[in-house]
């Protein structure tokens, strides 16, 4: 008993711990569960009757449902091996098996192709209904001809998803109901035990045999027979009422320090989008460096999760294609005659037969500019300064053998790189073809502009020559005049405004037209240089950052691991 009390007392201590590591609420409550099973959260008591003697009663009342006819017999379980046992029990407790306290079923579903099945008579659950332990009745039923086409499955009973990547999933039925093929239950044949064989289920052991004894790799799957099989300790039923009313109190309080947690973290995120909003739209240089002032003087506080370093990441983009993040030069050419150099080398080009002639390009109008400028930017269309481009959209067969180029698609795209080792292969015939449309050089920008990673991009480092598939190419008219990097960092910002603005459904896109339409904010050459520094410098801090992050998330789940090693 006394160890078991200090065991309380030890497990106290854990709460302030807990919430401070990640995923600490969540290992305290595996940690509960675990002392619960083991016989370690609560105190025996040597007058309890024994679960020795609670298993004849089981058997007793087993043998009467089955002679009233209300369940049927069922095979013997195997007898529990020796080198079955995980671990030693308390006095008093006993190893069983799960289907020796109820009655084990597996749902079973109607014919679909009768509607006459279907109805509002009683509930019909699957595993998208089981959720945070609770089950959702809101769904289709059956009907009177229709339950009797399925499982009935009585009010008390534990369900648990038995396939798929919910499997384990489980939760306590309060009213009758029936259930698809995708769901195990066990109803137990005294309703006291319910609860806790429902907390029993939920602990690691349990959870992790439930996995073990499932088939199929891709898909697991845990028939009844393995299922009702798994080892369940048993403590006398004194003691049970006792670990459910202690699980209980300690899971409320878990909850509270979970709400607590949410709550301080949302308002941390509330707090630093109020404060980025006042940088991004601060009207003059004095408001921005008030703005800016406030983030410093909370910055631990602002910063310590990761929610929104990510946040900060993204502003920091937004201040660059605004002006606000480095100072403008006076002496910078102005971006105006930056554009009339661009214009003379995108002739020259035309000229020389190297790239098309272009339809004019539609007027910017002022619905169109989202915010002013600072001097020396100007307004004007991305094909303006970029020569936009697409891959092919054809699809050239795999080259087996001769001389054979990559065709890159954006699923070649991996952490701002191209991924060659999984590019298909196609023929040099083929790759010539492509590359009079979409020619490929170095520092050129690929973007991805179908599916759901619309945005995704490369800035091209590689010297070797492959062609591309459904994916835009940004090229240069010159890159003297205009920054790659610039550009790459241009299009990290608005990727996830184009995202917002992609059609076609379940296959979203962004067009060429779109494209070469969009409305850009073009700075002199010099300061696309200065922002692009700049950015770098600050996404290294927001690196470090996260590092902090993790190291103090690392230190704090240190600090609980050790803690819950001495229970």
Known sequence: MSRNMDTATLLEKYFDVAFAAPDGIKKLRELILSLAMQGKLVPQDEADQPASELLKEIAAEKSRLVKDGKIKASKPLSEIKPDEV?????????????????????????????????????????????????????????????????RLIQKNSILMVCIGGSIGKHAINDRDLTCNQQINTITPYNYEFTKYIFFAMGEKFFQTMVINQSSGSATPIINKQKWSSILTPLPPLAEQRRIVAKIDELMVRCDELEKLKNERNQKQITLHKSALNRLLTAKDHSDFQTSWHFITQHFGELYSVKENVAELRK??????????????????????????????????????????????????????????????????????????????????????????????????????????????????????????????????ILFSMIGGNIGNQVLVQDECEFSIKNVALFKYYNRE???????????????????????????????????????????????????????????????????????????????????????
């Open 481 to 567: 005049l205009t920054y790659p990097y610039f550009f790459k960092r241009y299009m990290e910002q608005i990727a996830i405004y184009l995202q917002q603005k992609a059609t076609g459904g379940a296959q979203p896109f962004v067009s060429l037209g779109f494209l070469r339409n969009l409305v850009m904010a073009l700075p002199p050459i010099t300061e696309q240089h200065r922002i692009v520094a700049k950015i770098d410098q600050l996404m290294t801090l927001c690196d470090e950052l996260e590092k902090q992050i993790d190291a103090a998330d690392s230190k704090q789940t240190n600090l609980l691991n050790s803690m819950m090693a001495k229970v």
């Open 86 to 150: 995980p671990y030693d029990l308390p006095n008093g407790w006993e190893w069983v098996r799960l289907g020796d306290l109820g009655e084990a079923q597996t749902g079973a579903t109607p014919s679909t192709k009768d509607i006459e099945n279907f109805g509002d008579f009683i509930p019909f659950i699957g595993p998208g209904d089981i959720k945070n332990y609770k089950i959702d009745y809101s769904g289709q039923g059956l009907s009177e001809i229709g339950v009797n086409k399925g």
């Open 315 to 444: 502003a920091i983009l937004q201040l660059a294609v605004m002006g606000k993040l480095v100072p403008q030069d006076p002496s910078d050419q102005p971006a105006s005659e930056l554009l009339k150099e661009i214009e003379k080398e995108k002739q020259k080009l035309i000229k020389e037969g190297k790239i098309k002639d272009s339809r004019p390009l539609p007027e910017i109008k002022s619905n169109e500019i989202p915010y002013d400028l600072p001097k020396g930017w100007e307004w004007v269309r991305l094909q303006e300064v970029l020569d936009v481009r697409d891959g092919t959209h054809d699809s050239p067969k795999d080259a087996i053998e001769g001389e054979r180029y990559p065709l890159i698609t954006s699923k070649n795209f991996t952490n701002g790189k191209i991924d060659f080792s999984n590019a298909r292969q196609i023929s040099a015939k083929d790759y010539f073809e492509i590359s009079k449309r979409s020619k490929v050089d170095r520092l050129d």
